[in-house]
């Protein structure tokens, strides 16, 4: 029995453009609106089907397309395709019905920009993530009774890192910093949620990514906006209050593939906290190679951890049209599903 046959050229780019317009259209109209746009524009041989037909057949990990809005998102942020800046929320615009031209035309003069940015890999840091990640921190802080070193594998700019200087609030209770301006209000739905009451001590926090990023620099601060979808405004505000966050909190990410970053920083144990290898949405962009070495490091450190330096792993992948919250807790290897999440953070259906 053989498998289907995969697409190729022009079937492949449709594919990927349907795809991607499938999962952008609930959230952003806007995306959906345009991402139609650029299927006409592909099929009738323009300026997009030039752009994006070299990496039609990529593999859907790769995100062509989130690649393809976000070099002109950049080139909208940065003041340079004021038409278009009319129907972007995100540069104070409104969608109108001028929207799809603007957008065409924009990419039209500006071609040679926005195949510069085709080239640049996805870089996301999206903070909502922290919500749907922070029952974990509390568990595996609840259940060692230490401190935390914290690793993160695809850390991008680090925001996620600082996860602890945000608030989450939930029944009265409040945890993180309460003071913090990027505030999540009541993120766990199902009737259930962590326990905000639980200590959280960061000792140690430290990431790596083969491209990081340094968000408190105008360059770094663009791009990690222009990945934002425009009309989700909310969103880009509380990007801009981590990236606040992050000028008053330093924090290293390592430029560094994750299996070798894993090998030296898992090495050897280290008593009096509990190290915690923590990533969300990053194994897709992993080679079946890159994983397997992944695994090994982490399953060798497990087998050297102790009560005194014990081993979390967490993570929040991709599971369908939700985003599953995993957690693995060495010595032991105990394996548990904490719950669900939206890909950008809340709601977050928490089972603990």
Known sequence: MTGRRPLRGPAALERQLLRQHEGARPASPLYGRVIIAVLADVRAGGECHRLLMPYAEEPPSNAVVLRFLAAVHRIVLDGRAPALAAHYPSAGGTPGPGLEAAFLTAVAQHADEVASGLVDGVQTNEVGRSAALLGGY??????????????????????????????????????????????????????????????????????????????????????????????????????????????????????????????????????????????????QYLSPHEQERMFAALGGAGIRATRRAPLAWLRMEAAGRTAEIRLTMWPGGRRRVLGTSNYHGPPVDWRG
Not at 150 to 161: D, Q, R
Not at 191 to 210: A, F, I, M, S, T
């Open 138 to 283: 509390l568990v595996v802080a609840a259940e060692t009774g230490l401190p935390l070193r914290v690793l993160e594998i695809g850390a991008s700019a680090g925001l996620n890192l600082r996860f602890d200087r945000f608030a989450y609030e939930a029944g009265g209770q409040v945890a993180g910093d309460a003071a913090s301006a990027v505030r999540f209000v009541e993120p766990w739905t199902g009737g259930g949620r962590p326990d905000l009451g639980v200590r959280l001590d960061v000792r140690e926090r430290r990431g790596c990514d083969l491209r990081p990023i340094d968000p408190t620099s105008p360059e770094g601060r663009l791009r990690l906006r222009s990945y934002v979808w425009p009309d989700q405004v909310d969103r880009l505000a509380r990007l801009e209050q981590a990236i606040d966050v992050a000028a008053r909190v330093p924090v290293t990410v390592d430029r560094a593939a994750a299996p070798d970053w894993l090998d030296v920083h898992l090495a050897t144990g280290r008593p009096g906290v509990a190290t915690v290898v923590t990533h969300s949405i990053v194994m």
